[in-house]
């Protein structure tokens, strides 16, 4: 079981940045794969960006270019670094982490992720 806390969201303008952690705890985090999702409003969950154990990313189109997904092992937590924010990525960020036995090749997928966290509202204004 590993546990995580989101930290980093709040209300910002269109264009400004964003950096959301997400410290993890209780399994080793280093061989974990990691996962940001989002929900909007009216909306299903939605995959934003992963990053693996050895720390291949994938994003989804719509964040490609200004979103970076990083981990730092020694303080087991990963970050999504959020620039160009626009007002569509208004959502409730949730991390993730990866289910015994992930498979990459799913890695847009909730059902590769076997914890979340409690999400970090990110307001995008206009």
């Known amino acids: 079981q590993v546990q995580l806390v989101e930290s980093g969201g709040g209300l910002v303008q269109a264009g400004d940045s964003l950096r959301l952690s997400c410290a993890a705890s209780?399994?080793?985090?280093?061989?974990?794969?990691m996962g940001w999702f989002r929900q909007a409003p009216g909306k299903g969950r939605e995959f934003v960006a992963a990053?693996?154990?050895?720390?291949?990313?994938a994003y989804t189109d719509s964040v490609k270019g200004r979103f970076t997904i990083f981990r730092d092992n020694a303080k087991n937590t990963v970050y999504l670094q959020m620039n160009s924010l626009k007002p569509e990525d208004t959502a409730v960020y949730y991390c993730a982490a990866g289910r015994v036995n992930y498979r990459w090749l799913y890695y847009y997928s909730p059902n590769e992720y076997e914890n979340w966290g409690q999400g970090t509202q990110v307001t995008v204004s206009s």
């Open positions: 990053i693996s154990a050895n720390s291949i990313t």
């Open positions: 209780g399994r080793t985090f280093s061989t974990l794969a």
